[in-house]
């Protein structure tokens, strides 16, 4: 056996994917060198500072029940803040219906009760649904590869009143779409980290996930700034020219990228956009700790009013409204209207803070076969991937696919078989 510990890995990208990657191989005694090309870590998980305000770009939650997450950061060092167990429906008359989640240990009863004003098909689905949702291995969500979440809902019984009305607005918030086209797989990853744990954004902000991996790096060197514009099997080269010699590479970068990077063409590019409009107040709002979401006659998903959950959100006597929407388009004043008359005040109250438009915020195909071949990390014999669009477009995907990529890089090092397309 080969001494590993003069390897050297290149990981480009420092999103969680990356970082993730970075960490696992450290501990493992790997050189690592992580090569980034924005000017701070974290990808799409970061948090920008304005006014006192914490605005998150785009908004986003954790789950305490992330195994992944607690796999690789203790959760009460992020001082967690929880929103409610549950969401809130915004209908088309400006009505709300709230929506309480059951809590574990499950109960048939709490699921009857969840559904008590719903009809027997309903039930007959929850039914169904029901053991896969409480299977103790988070993967076990993973059954249903090849569905769309809308087929599967229907293949499954689930009442019109219950899929437009439920099912649908919550899950367009999670998958920024409106046919619920996503796979399957994923709508039961969602539900089953839903149930089995509480939604959360640390009290500083989404960036100090990123920052507590970044904690674990030891002796990796981080290089920002740094941005790759093509890769091999020994050597990145970067936009100023620079080439950086390596053993072995994960690239952690998104699916749209690898073509560029790698020169191997027909990977599928296409992503989900979305829009945080943030806004600022210091009237009263009827609002909570849950998320408000609302379905397809309306472009926002939701609206969390974040200092109410994360009170150091926002400075004291302030509010901060976020507004997600899907797609780029709407426009900040659309946004405002359609929050102001669910929290049940004037858009002159909203004072327009920021507004992030991302337009590769989610990948449409993710998970096994994706690259047209099974999943498996390697994409040569000292090149591997990593990404959410490996695994599921989450934060529990991105790190799950990171220490994937790092084993893979382990195991060929060491001449073991792969165990990514399994674990
Ligand atoms: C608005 C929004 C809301 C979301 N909501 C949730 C949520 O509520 N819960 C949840 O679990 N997940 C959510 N997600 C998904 C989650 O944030 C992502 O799945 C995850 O962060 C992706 O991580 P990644 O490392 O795969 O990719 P990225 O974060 O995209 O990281 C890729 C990194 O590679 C770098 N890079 C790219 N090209 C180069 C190059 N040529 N050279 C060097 N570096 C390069 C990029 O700068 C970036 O830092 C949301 C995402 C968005 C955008």
Not at 21 to 47: D, K, P
Not at 103 to 127: I, T, W
Not at 265 to 272: I, K, W
Not at 294 to 320: C, N, R
Request: aromatic fraction near 8%; proline fraction near 4%; include cysteine.
């Amino acid at each position: 056996m080969k001494s590993h510990g003069q390897q050297r890995v290149t990981v480009v990208g420092a999103g969680l994917a990356g970082l993730a990657a970075a960490a696992y191989l450290v501990s493992n005694r790997f050189h690592v060198t992580i090569v980034e090309a924005s000017e701070r870590i974290g990808g799409l998980v970061t948090t920008d500072h304005l006014d006192g305000f914490y605005l998150d770009r785009g908004f986003q939650v954790a789950l305490d029940s992330y195994p992944e997450l607690r796999r690789m950061v203790p959760i009460d060092s992020l001082a967690p803040r929880e929103f409610a167990r549950g969401f809130e429906v915004v209908r088309r008359d400006l009505s709300r219906r709230a929506v309480a989640l059951p809590r574990p240990p499950f109960r048939a009863r709490q699921f009857a009760d969840l559904l008590s004003n719903f009809n027997m098909g309903d039930l007959r689905c929850l039914a169904r649904l029901a053991p896969r949702l409480v299977r103790r291995d988070a993967q076990s969500a993973f059954e249903v590869r090849g569905r769309t979440t809308e087929a599967y809902l229907r293949e499954c019984g689930l009442s019109e009143q219950t899929l437009e009305g439920l099912a649908r607005p919550f899950l367009r918030g999670v998958f920024l779409e409106d046919g619920l086209q996503t796979p399957a797989s994923m709508a039961l990853f969602v539900a089953q980290s839903f149930l089995r744990g509480r939604a959360f954004v640390p009290s500083t902000g989404m960036a100090e996930i990123p920052s507590l991996i970044a904690g674990r790096l030891g002796t990796a060197a981080i290089r920002l700034g740094a941005k790759v514009v093509s890769v091999s099997d020994s050597s990145v080269v970067l936009a100023d020219g620079e080439e950086i010699g390596h053993d072995w590479a994960v690239l952690a970068v998104k699916s749209s990228q690898l073509a560029g990077l790698t020169g191997e063409s027909g990977l599928d590019t296409s992503y989900r956009s979305t829009s945080t409009h943030y806004f600022a107040t210091e009237s009263e709002l009827a609002a909570g700790k849950a998320v408000l979401v609302a379905s397809s006659w309306t472009p926002v998903a939701t609206i969390a009013v974040m200092d109410m959950v994360a009170p150091s959100y926002a400075p004291k006597g302030a509010h901060l409204v976020s507004v997600s929407t899907l797609g780029t388009e709407t426009s900040d004043g659309t946004a405002a209207e359609f929050a102001a008359d669910a929290l049940r005040t004037d858009a002159s109250n909203l004072s327009h803070l920021r507004t992030y438009r991302i337009t590769e915020a989610l990948p449409v195909s993710f998970g096994g076969g994706r690259l047209g071949r099974p999943y498996f990390p390697a994409f040569s014999k000292r090149l591997f991937l990593a990404g959410d669009y490996l695994q599921n477009p989450s934060i529990d995907g991105a790190l799950r696919s990171g220490r994937l990529a790092a084993e893979a890089v382990m195991a060929a090092h060491w001449g073991l078989p792969e165990r990514g397309a399994s674990a």
